[in-house]
């Protein structure tokens, strides 16, 4: 499993991690492509009563996210990471909604990082000019 730390006195809110991220799950893997696909980022950097946050998923032990989907269309891969079965998802918003961590996004069908699963590692880690996102194994 891979974890990916968030230093928030680094991060300068550049959003070079969510540009990273969405061009890493779209098809064409450019910005363009990624723009006209209107991928969403599956991190997001947030400013919160004037401080930088984080917003992803925290691979929680016992995610809340899945506890709630009522179609059983959310779970947790030998990894951790949590993959969503887009032919039961019915897009309610309840996993949304019981997120503490705002790390769903409910596009089309809820987004949530994984850790750039088909890549060779978290590519917003890889992207970010200050290392404000470090990868660290589990």
Same mark, same amino acid.
């Not at 989907?69 to 309610?92: A, E, H, M, Q």
């Given at each position: ?8 006195? !680094? ?47 925290? !691979? ?33 918003? !309840? ?44």
């Amino acid at each position: 499993m891979v974890n990916i730390s968030f230093d928030k006195d !680094l991060c300068l809110g550049c959003k070079t991690c969510e540009l990273a991220c969405a061009i890493a799950h779209s098809k064409t893997k450019d910005l363009a492509g990624a723009i006209k696909e209107n991928r969403i980022a599956r991190i997001r950097i947030r400013k919160v009563s004037g401080k930088i946050k984080l917003e992803q998923c925290k !691979l929680c032990k016992n995610p809340r996210c899945i506890a709630r989907c009522p179609t059983n269309s959310l779970t947790k891969d030998k990894n951790g990471t949590i993959k969503v079965n887009y032919f039961t998802c019915t897009r309610c918003g !309840l996993c949304e909604e019981a997120c503490p961590f705002g790390a769903i996004i409910l596009g089309p069908f809820p987004t949530l990082c994984d850790r750039c699963a088909e890549s060779d590692g978290p590519l917003c880690a890889k992207a970010c000019p200050t290392k404000a996102l470090k990868v660290k194994a589990v």
